[in-house]
């Protein structure tokens, strides 16, 4: 399953491909502006043309082709019978004390997932959904402990985006985008990449591949589509060694440390650029300082940088939140050996949208109350450094 996509998405060359509704309709979300012009071509009509869509819908906001008025009267008659703008539609939208926002997407026969908009100092990040479940099962992610159901198309995947710019504040832009939602971005690498491509066109949302980051479990064979992308790449380490790794994330036993390293040292030869490292710290599992010493090993000739993330709780995971004290030691021990590290600020937990709290699954409270945890409190002061700080 890991191998599917290998062959054929080694090189991403702009590809005609698309997605048709029920009613015979190509959405125009799924299409790259490449796709659009192949499309057009196909039916007889200038490409240039692609060029002024992409900028009507994506620059101006105009999906009503009546309105779109350099085309030809004959042209916007024609549009709306071979071409859909839908969007998934935003089933709730929820508003944490901290400025984070979350919004759960409608997919289609029962199915949904969840985006979250970060706010912090300099940047707007939004944390897209690849996938509704995942099949990694990493033991302490909520996600994982749903069976993946359906890769997302990529119409879905710019769906998310394109819903949550149109509910922006003003002068609000999204500046950076993660996908460290629900799924496993290079388990469907097709839709996520092509998604990008549609992201960051300049007659698109022009958003800088610089700010794109992919975040994966280690799908080794697929990340190299990460480095030809030129987009950044995030790997969830979570282990300090395969004894450990093995145990909290499956995937290890497919593609090991060593192997996954080898193609993190690939990545960073190829693009020049560092890693993100994600290290989940789990009460007496991954946060012995014995644990940040190995860690410091074991990617000491990988350039990057370790983004820890003190587990967020939830029911029957079986896992423990360290203590504050503890998370502190471990974050000391890292830089004390030197490693550019960097402690997560948990935000949206009053929501249910920080980190490995993402599900589909409704038999929970929409919200919970914060104000008086101890953890939300005493993290506002020791995390500084602002969440997704890739
Ligand atoms: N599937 C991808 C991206 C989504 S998960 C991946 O695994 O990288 C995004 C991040 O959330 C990962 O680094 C993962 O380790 C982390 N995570 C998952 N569950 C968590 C939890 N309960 N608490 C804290 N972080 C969690
Ligand atoms: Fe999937 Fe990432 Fe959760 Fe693992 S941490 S189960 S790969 S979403």
């Known amino acids: 399953m890991f191998n599917a996509y290998e062959s054929d998405l080694s090189t991403l060359e702009p590809q005609f491909t698309q997605t048709t509704t029920p009613t015979g309709k190509v959405n125009f979300y799924s299409m790259t502006l490449e796709d659009l012009k192949g499309f057009l071509k196909g039916r007889g009509k200038e490409q240039f043309r692609a060029q002024q869509i992409f900028k009507w819908v994506y620059d101006e906001r105009v999906t009503d082709v009546e309105s779109m008025s350099n085309l030809s009267k004959a042209f916007r008659a024609e549009l709306p019978e071979i071409m859909s703008f839908d969007l998934p539609p935003v089933l709730k939208h929820l508003k944490s004390v901290d400025g984070t926002q979350k919004f759960l997407f409608d997919m289609k026969e029962g199915n949904s997932v969840e985006a979250v908009l970060i706010p912090s100092e300099d940047r707007l990040t939004l944390c897209l959904s690849s996938e509704v479940g995942c099949n990694m099962a990493c033991k302490f992610c909520f996600t994982g402990k749903q069976k993946l159901k359906r890769r997302l198309t990529t119409e879905e995947i710019v769906g998310q985006f ?47 591949r610089r700010k794109i980051t992919v975040s994966t479990s280690g799908l080794v064979p697929q990340i190299k589509l990460v480095a030809n992308a030129r987009v950044r790449l995030a790997v969830s380490l979570n282990g300090s060694n395969d004894d450990i790794r093995s145990k909290v994330m499956p995937i290890n ?13 690939e990545f960073c030869d190829q693009t020049k650029d560092k890693i993100t490292f994600e290290y989940v710290l789990l009460k007496g599992v991954t946060d012995q300082l014995e644990h940040a010493r190995e860690v410091v090993r074991l990617l000491k000739h990988v350039p990057s940088k370790i983004n820890i993330i003190p587990f967020n709780e939830h029911p029957g995971s079986g896992f423990e939140r360290p203590s504050d004290e503890q998370i502190e030691k471990f974050h000391t021990e890292l830089i004390r050996l030197g490693a550019h590290v960097l402690l997560r600020r948990t935000m949206g937990r009053d929501i249910f949208a920080a980190c490995g709290q993402l599900t589909t699954v409704t038999d929970r409270p929409e919200t919970m109350d914060i104000s008086n945890s101890k953890i939300g409190s005493t993290n506002e002061r020791h995390f500084s450094s602002g969440q997704l700080s890739l």
């Open 253 to 265: 036993k497919k593609y090991p440390l060593k192997e996954l390293l080898e193609a993190c040292k």
């Open 162 to 208: 394109m819903q949550v710019h149109d509910r922006l504040g003003e002068g609000q832009r999204i500046s950076n985008i993660v996908f460290m939602g629900m799924g496993e971005p290079l388990d469907n690498p097709e839709a996520v990449f092509k998604s990008i491509e549609v992201l960051q066109n300049p007659f698109g949302m022009m958003l800088s």
